[in-house]
């Protein structure tokens, strides 16, 4: 079967597509702050009516509700649909959510965050351009192409896109079970778009994810800010028990200093270490990532991989509560909380990781004799997952890569969190290929987050290979 007429399509209306990129990057859907959830709650109806544009019948699922900046508030619907029923044809689930970190201006963007703009690079620039709302609108222009052109599809597909995965998927896991035998059922596979390629110019098939816990520290001392030349020196200064406490949890060679937390990290095998040889990844493709610096933590490229997939990391996000601003106020903060996550790896156990470190920052507190109250605050968790790339899904995926970019994909791990996928595997009994279609240096969650035009046009090309490749693989 030749595709050349759909991705002709494809190169034809590419400045639709990022037009229509432009509309949904303007919608800030912040998951994580309440101000923001009218947007998020708009940015889910804007994909239910896209979807509805295209055929696709589509149900809007509502989760229920949450606590979050001190309101209750609705959490974003999970939209499911379904576009084909045609029981002679295979089914694949695909994922994405529609929900993006925040972003200001002023954390150092070149540009307004919610205003994509493409520069002489060809670089399409926006929160959300590629995680997640450009390879959620991606699989979208792969049906309008087929559409514009009469080209069937030649699988069913069901979708489920959510507005809670950066903020823990909250709701999400109960919705999956108690659909699994309903909305779910019948589905072969399952295909999510949420990471990104190892370097710049190679695509990859991913088969794992590390884990997350997220934790706060809450350290409470005087009931208000006090001016620091009146007080300081004569009260316990949460700020710094919370520094003291941050800075114990990790070193500046990132060891985890909790006890015990690597005590449960799988052992590396044989095989496993197999796995990272011939991988296309070199310290060339890290500095970029990071903006041409080069702090890597580790002298062996696969050493930064198995750091990045296969072990656990330990990072500090930020402090609540905390004077932040320009200027030079002289104030000692009364409440500050600190943030941190680990990333988990198998075989890592999310409730063994949450009294880990609440005993040894309660211990490391008890040493500081101070008489600030300090409360731990155990957030969401998310489990690592691991697969096999051997499966047919896997098999599809690869030559839809090689229709579409004329190479063999990377198998890769991934060192974020994508906690649905392990609840989609566990729930449906099916196989989860992740298909990204954005490159190392995007910058999700970072300022200046974008996605390339060509991965945005050729990552299209590369759902709707895939569809056909996966109606032709064979499944035994
Ligand atoms: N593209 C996947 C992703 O960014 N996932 C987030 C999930 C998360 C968990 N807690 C907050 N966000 C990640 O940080 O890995
Ligand atoms: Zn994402
Ligand atoms: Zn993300």
Redesign the pocket.
Known sequence: MSLDKFFDTVNQDQDNYVAKLKEIVAIPSISCVAERRADTVRMGEWIIAELERLGATTKRVEPGTQQLDGQTVDLPPVVLATYGTDPSKKTVLIYG?YDV?PALKEDGWNTDPFTLVEDKEHRLIGRGST??KGPVLGWLCAIEAHQKIGLDIPVNLKFCFEGM????SEGLDAIIAAEAEGYFKGVDCVCIS??YWLGKTKPCLTYGL?G?N?FGISVKGPAQDLHSGVFGGTVHEPMTDLITLMASLVDSQGRIRVPGIMDQVADLTDAEKKTYEGLDFSHADLHAALGGAKTELHADPQDTLMHRWRYPALSLHGIEGAFYAPGGKTVIPSHPIGKF?I?TVPDMDPHTVDKLVKEYLEAEFKKLNSKNTLTIICG?H?KPWVSSPDHWNFVAGAKAVERVFNCQPDLTREG????VTLTFQDALKKNVLLLPMGACDDG??SINEKVDRRNFVEGIKLYGAYFHELAAVKTE
């Open positions: 959510h970190q995680d997640d995965e950066e903020s823990g949420d990471n590390r997350i997220y996550s990333r969401h998310g974020g969190s994508i906690p999700a969650h």
